[in-house]
């Protein structure tokens, strides 16, 4: 459970770190940048992905040339959801991103539906209208922070059935996320480049840190899993619960985010969908 623990802490951290980015004026594309060069170390010598398997994964590069683009795309994405729609709201967005693959796997690729399940993705669909929600003044301050939200959503489901299909095709996780994370930097690199970026050493200082915490939370969250092999679906539910709960209560204690009554009924119908859709 210390594992866990640590997973939700890790997980809500970097979106803290994104937070308060725009108050010390760092590049958020810089912080990624040297935090993708950081997991890439921390992945090779910690998860100890094998020559085989890394030449196994890629051979599937159109997956990972695919997760290559999105990862670093929808991290900026999320920097700025969490900048205009709060923590609770972009970490719950983030977490209901579970709903895409689920539907990928009824609609694409045959796999049967239960009542749980479908009754799940009706709640998780309303938890995200909820969370989209704005009071009329709110918007004027946080204009794009539903799209920002939707986009989040729809990023990281996209990025998850990537990774499953890659897994599926036969690369092993650690070989396919030590590729993804090093495409990731390679093409942010070079998008950076071509802008002609003046290099901030103040953020890209702030990436190391952003990538201990981003690699942390993959990390204890494998490792929860493994200290808890017959639980898999405990682990589950607790860390996506878990992480709408501690970002809500971050945002709302370090940063005194505002949740009007539809939001924080869209967490409460975020945390019911997550329990109906646990993997068996």
């Known amino acids: 459970m210390i594992m866990l623990a640590c997973a939700i802490a890790c997980s809500v951290a970097v979106s803290i770190l994104l937070k308060l980015a725009e108050r010390f004026s760092l590049q958020v594309a810089q912080a990624v ?3 993708y060069a950081v997991a890439s170390l921390l992945t090779a010598s910690l998860l100890l992905p094998s020559t085989a398997a890394l030449q196994q994964a890629l051979n599937h590069w159109p997956l990972l040339i695919t997760l290559g683009l999105l990862l670093p795309s929808v991290f900026l994405v999320m920097a700025a959801a969490v900048r205009r729609a709060g923590i609770a709201r972009s970490d719950a967005a983030q977490r209901l991103s579970l709903v895409l693959p689920l539907l990928a796997a009824f609609l694409l690729f045959g796999e049967n539906a239960s009542s749980g399940k479908l009754i799940g993705l009706g709640l998780a669909l309303l938890a995200l209208l909820g969370l989209i929600h704005r009071h009329q ?4 301050l946080h204009k794009g922070g539903p799209w920002l939200l939707l986009t989040v959503w729809a990023g990281y489901g996209i990025i998850d059935i990537c990774f499953k299909q890659t897994a599926k095709a036969g690369g092993s996780f650690s070989a396919i996320l030590l590729l993804s994370f090093l495409l990731s930097g390679s093409f942010l690199g070079g998008w ?14 702030s990436g190391l840190l952003l990538g201990v915490f981003n690699f942390a939370n993959i990390y204890t969250y494998i490792r929860a899993h493994q200290s808890l092999p017959e639980n898999p679906a405990l682990v589950f ?5 878990g992480v709408i709960v501690l970002g809500s209560l971050s945002g709302v204690i370090l940063f005194g985010e505002r949740l009007t009554r539809i939001n924080c009924a869209g967490l409460v119908l975020a945390a019911m969908a997550i329990l109906l859709l646990i993997p068996v």
């Not at 003044?137 to 004027?140: D, G, N």
């Not at 539910?237 to 619960?241: D, G, H, K, S, W």
């Open 33 to 35: 940048l040297v935090n």
């Open 137 to 140: 003044q709110a918007a004027k």
């Open 237 to 241: 539910t607790a860390m996506n619960i």
């Open 192 to 205: 950076l480049l071509l802008r002609k970026a003046r290099w901030h050493l103040p953020s890209l200082a």
